[in-house]
């Protein structure tokens, strides 16, 4: 018996400027900044700059809102649904 826990990953073209809210996100997701730089909020209003080569993990729960600069930023995500898939 054979158990896969269902994963995701992307490495992304450079993602342009804007802003996407998390609300009690559903999974835990990990990502490593490649080239640019991001901002993450979390609903207390502290913030935190993610430069190149630097990583940070949203587990699951957590609310708040990623602000990604005007010059863009490329990143690696990786995301962890839990639960089971497949046999």
């Known amino acids: 018996?054979?158990?896969r826990r269902q994963r995701q990953m992307c490495i992304r073209d450079r993602s342009?400027?804007?802003?996407?809210?998390?609300d009690d996100l559903e999974y835990d997701e990990l990502m490593l900044v490649?080239?640019?730089s991001l901002i993450m909020?979390?609903?207390y209003g502290e913030k935190e700059v993610y430069k190149a080569?630097?990583?940070?993990?949203?587990?699951?729960?957590?609310s708040g809102t990623l602000t990604v600069a005007e010059s863009g930023?490329?990143?690696?995500?990786?995301?962890y649904?839990?639960?089971?898939?497949g046999k």
Do not use: D
């Open 73 to 79: 930023v490329r990143k690696i995500w990786v995301s």
């Open 41 to 43: 909020t979390n609903n």
């Open 1 to 3: 018996l054979s158990i």
């Open 16 to 22: 342009k400027p804007g802003q996407m809210s998390y």
């Open 34 to 36: 490649l080239e640019g």
């Open 81 to 85: 649904m839990g639960g089971i898939k």
């Open 53 to 62: 080569g630097e990583g940070l993990v949203l587990p699951q729960g957590w």
